[in-house]
């Protein structure tokens, strides 16, 4: 595969992912206005974009240097990305209304726990999509700058936990039979 295709496919694909998400945002407009203001999500909006661009600069004009290992690794990055992809999206859509900020919780819209679909498997599967996608866009472009998956890595696993304490303080036990029974991410 034409290494250009593939970093203008998975970019295009990236940037299809944002679209998505901002369009299939549930809240009303101010609130959603007001949310891309918030320092952490600035943090992870920029952290998103200088992620993206060192990988698509080191994926398009100076990839790791090739080996025997290029398709394999190649092939598990589009596997990845792919698959967080469509976790992601599959989690959103199955979360609708419901859907919030990260490590947030509005007891008028999120009033339930979503125990199908996706979060029959992973209690985190936005989270783990969004991981799969970025680890998968660096490994598929061979670039140098994968390693930086760590840093989101690192905020979703603290978002992550953020948001138990906040379901367990709303939701009890029923929060706490469904921890028990579905992992965190896998």
Request: aromatic share 18%; hydrophobic share 45%.
């Amino acid at each position: 595969m034409d290494r250009v295709f593939l970093v203008n496919l998975l970019t295009t694909l990236a940037i299809l992912l944002e679209l998505f998400w901002i369009i299939s945002d549930p809240r009303p407009k101010k609130e959603r206005f007001n949310s891309y203001f918030q320092p952490k999500i600035f943090l992870y909006a920029s952290f998103s974009t200088f992620f993206f661009t060192l990988n698509y600069l080191s994926g398009r004009y100076f990839p790791l240097p090739g080996s025997g290992f290029d398709p394999v690794l190649i092939l598990v990055g589009l596997v990845s990305f792919i698959g967080g992809l469509v976790l992601a999206i599959w989690a959103k859509v199955t979360m609708g209304k419901v859907w919030g900020m990260p490590a947030e919780h509005h007891l008028d819209r999120q009033n339930k726990i979503i125990k199908t679909g996706p979060f029959k498997h992973t209690r985190n599967p936005i989270y783990l999509g969004l991981l799969m996608v970025l680890i998968g866009y660096g490994l598929a472009l061979q670039s140098y700058f994968t390693s930086l998956s760590l840093i989101a890595i690192y905020y979703f696993w603290k978002s992550a936990q953020k948001e138990e304490i906040i379901l367990e303080k709303h939701f009890e036990e029923e929060y706490k039979k469904y921890k028990k029974e579905v992992p965190r991410f896998f």
